[in-house]
């Protein structure tokens, strides 16, 4: 990071020292940098090289001007070697990154929603009646929940986690991530240039990038043809790994891109959906008044326990949609940075010249985080974005980032936290929703819960301990009404 030749022509907002060739590189804590990045931000001003560090800043530069902080740096191991270039969310700003974008936003749009509900719909009674049954476990019942939908809107059906080609399928993703966050990889990706002239026999990082690639291109191709297998059989999925197929040569694609596009909505939203519910959950064990609040709000929508909330409630839960919001706000997800940016022409702001080539990153949790904008900044509290923009999904956080680079799937996650908003939106939608209605949560007695130390990629033990309490004997008579049927089939794949 702090790498950057400072020309004379150019000139960069102060910054701290960093030390010869590293920069700044080890001064930052790895999981959650922000706090540093505050006391960087309160010393050097709001602008760092170049971390953004408000939300003024963030909304100028990347959305307003968002045309030219639209390039992403080199990856020289994870996109060169392990991904063969394929990776969306790390290709630079070019033709086949913007083609990609148009494909997956044309696949994943609101007008695609009902294809998604069913799974969406029958994915969060699973959800509900598996907290019921194991408390215990709700860590696993959030990542089957999101593995679940995100796997039937790729291919078109639903799966278990006894499946071996999905266990198979999502060890890829910890694969992937794993090697973006090893010191091993992160050290050399701060010098594409050194691995360009590394005699190749030197390059200690390719072997294991390279059983990568080859890994994931082969359980990708082992699904592709599985698909292909059940139209022929005579199923007709309307899936985005079909669409995908379709479209992939009329843009040119091989067959490694068009895999690794469906590949990608895989990786991009299973982890990310699975934390975001943890954190909820948190969020409602440790701030229960605006359970209640929310609560009394479903009451009025569902009665006492008569049904489920549904995504035609949607309209009427202004409080659900408040809190989404608010979750992506309270803690960002698994990219506490954003993915970093590169401006794309030379750029003047506030006196300050940035040169073409320049990496920008966010510091998101800085800036929702910072006391003037949001008081009481660690308290969850929906309430806050009761105000006209709470329908815009994207205003007043940066949990999907912002500008041109924005998060395609936000559209579908926010519908399972309820059940009926664009993707992202939806899946929140219906699973906060019906968490919410169904259940209370409480942290457990001498188990405070400190959502700094959720760690966004442990899914093999319980980030925190939490007591999840049926609300009532009514609202169990509910869940085996209404939710037991959606694990009957579960059980028997
Ligand atoms: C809680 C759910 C999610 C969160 C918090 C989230 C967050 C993000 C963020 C912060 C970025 C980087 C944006 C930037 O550069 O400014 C991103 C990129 C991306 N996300 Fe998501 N995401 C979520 C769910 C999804 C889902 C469900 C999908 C797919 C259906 C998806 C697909 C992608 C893709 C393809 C990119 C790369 C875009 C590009 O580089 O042009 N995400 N996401």
């Known amino acids: 990071m702090g790498l950057r030749r400072r020309k004379t022509k150019y000139r960069y907002p102060p910054g701290p020292k960093g030390i010869p060739i590293f920069g700044n590189i080890f001064q930052l804590p790895s999981l959650y940098p922000g706090a540093k990045l505050i006391e960087w931000g309160k010393q050097y001003g709001d602008l760092k090289w170049v971390v953004v560090n408000s939300s003024e800043v963030a909304r100028e530069l990347l959305e307003r001007r968002g045309r030219l902080y639209i390039g992403r740096p080199e990856f020289a191991v994870t996109q060169d070697i392990l991904s063969r270039g394929n990776r969306i969310v790390l290709m630079g700003h070019t033709e086949r990154w913007r083609a990609l974008r148009k494909i997956m936003h044309s696949l994943l749009m609101a007008s695609k929603s009902n294809t998604y509900k069913p799974?969406?719909?029958?994915?969060?009674?699973?959800?509900?009646?598996?907290?019921?049954?194991?408390?215990?476990?709700?860590?696993?019942?959030?990542?089957?929940?999101?593995?679940?939908?995100?796997?039937?809107?790729?291919?078109?059906?639903?799966?278990?986690?006894?499946?071996?080609?999905?266990?198979?399928?999502?060890?890829?993703?910890?694969?992937?991530?794993?090697?973006?966050?090893?010191?091993?990889?992160?050290?050399?990706?701060?010098?594409?240039?050194?691995?360009?002239?590394?005699?190749?026999?030197?390059?200690?990082?390719?072997?294991?990038?390279?059983?990568i690639y080859k890994k994931t291109i082969g359980v990708y191709t082992t699904l592709f043809d599985d698909l292909e297998r059940r139209i022929k059989e005579g199923e007709d999925p309307d899936c985005f790994a079909r669409g995908m197929a379709d479209v992939a040569s009329k843009y040119g694609f091989d067959k490694a891109q068009a895999y690794f596009a469906a590949g990608t909505i895989l990786e991009a939203g299973s982890d990310t959906t699975r934390n975001q519910i943890n954190l909820m959950l948190a969020a409602a064990a440790k701030y229960p008044a605006w359970v209640a609040t929310a609560q009394s709000q479903l009451d009025k929508v569902c009665g006492d326990a008569s049904r489920l909330p549904s995504f035609d409630d949607w309209d009427r839960l202004p409080y659900i949609v408040a809190a989404i919001k608010e979750s992506l706000r309270w803690r960002p997800n698994l990219l506490p940075f954003g993915v970093p940016r590169t401006l794309i022409e030379d750029d003047k702001y506030r006196g300050y010249v940035f040169e073409k080539g320049t990496i920008f990153v966010y510091n998101n949790i800085g800036i929702s985080h910072n006391e003037e904008e949001f008081p009481s900044n660690d308290v969850f509290s929906p309430e806050r974005f009761l105000n006209e923009d709470l329908q815009d999904a994207l205003k007043g956080h940066l949990g999907f980032g912002t500008g041109r680079r924005v998060c395609p799937g936000w559209h579908v996650g926010t519908q399972n936290m309820f059940a009926s908003l664009p993707l992202s939106g939806r899946n929140f939608l219906i699973a906060f929703s019906r968490l919410l209605y169904c259940f209370d949560f409480r942290e457990v007695p001498g188990h405070t819960i400190d959502e700094c130390e959720i760690h966004p990629l442990a899914h093999d033990h319980a980030p925190f301990k939490i007591q999840i309490i049926p609300r009532s004997e009514k609202h169990v008579r509910l869940m085996e009404r209404e939710c037991a049927p959606a694990v009957e089939e579960l059980d028997q794949m």
């Open 119 to 211: 799974f969406q719909d029958v994915e969060s009674r699973a959800l509900v009646w598996q907290c019921l049954r194991r408390p215990d476990e709700f860590y696993r019942h959030g990542a089957r929940f999101a593995n679940s939908v995100i796997f039937s809107v790729v291919f078109g059906r639903r799966t278990s986690m006894n499946d071996e080609k999905v266990q198979l399928l999502f060890s890829t993703i910890d694969d992937f991530l794993g090697s973006q966050t090893s010191p091993s990889t992160t050290f050399v990706e701060q010098f594409p240039w050194l691995v360009r002239a590394m005699p190749r026999s030197l390059q200690w990082f390719r072997p294991e990038a390279d059983r």
